[in-house]
Nanobody, 119 residues
Framework: QVQLVESGGGLVQPGGSLRLSCAAS????????MGWSRQAPGKERELVAR??????DYAASVKGRFTFSRDNAKNTMYLQMNSLKPEDTAVYYC??????????????WGQGTQVTVSS
């Protein structure tokens, strides 16, 4: 079983920065896709950034402000968020898809962390 634990959310003023972390644990053999999504109140969940086939994609609304990274040694991925805007306010979720050592496919989401951008 694969589990993801997120941290790093909080309240920040417009123009500020936050870094989200997502630590993975469990019997992971390979990862196909990993990324971050967010869901604002009353809106659908949207993809923010993802790493697939060695390339990182970003939503147009965050490109140039957010940076996805990973630390393989720690089984952790990060989302560095700079120049935050009020419209970035949402619950942020990490997501990993891949295969376990038992060759079972998994598609796991973190518990979500609240990011609020407000003065």
């Amino acid at each position: 079983q694969v589990q993801l634990v997120e941290s790093g959310g909080g309240l920040v003023q417009p123009g500020g920065s936050l870094r989200l972390s997502c630590a993975a644990s469990g019997s992971i053999s390979s990862i196909n896709i990993m990324g971050w999504s967010r869901q604002a109140p009353g809106k659908e969940r949207e993809l923010v950034a993802r790493l697939i086939s060695g390339a990182t994609d970003y939503a147009a609304s965050v490109k140039g402000r957010f940076t996805f990274s990973r630390d393989n040694a720690k089984n952790t991925m990060y989302l560095q968020m700079n120049s935050l805007k009020p419209e970035d306010t949402a619950v942020y979720y990490c997501n990993v898809r891949g295969y376990t050592r038992s060759s079972n496919f998994f598609d796991t989401w973190g518990q979500g962390t609240q990011v609020t951008v407000s003065s």
